[in-house]
């Protein structure tokens, strides 16, 4: 996504659509469920710096 970004050279607060796919642990928990084995593998939009 980064990278489309500077491709398409849009704005910080314009970014180019994307689709986040979310797995769930080995429990069958989702990231925004309490008790999801691995919180950083996958952020949540808003939660990622890069």
Known sequence: MFG???HYRRPRDASVPVLQLSYDDLKG????EPGYAAPKLQP?????HG
């Open 29 to 32: 928990r989702f990231p925004w």
């Open 44 to 48: 949540r939009p808003g939660k990622f």
């Open 4 to 6: 489309a970004n500077r």
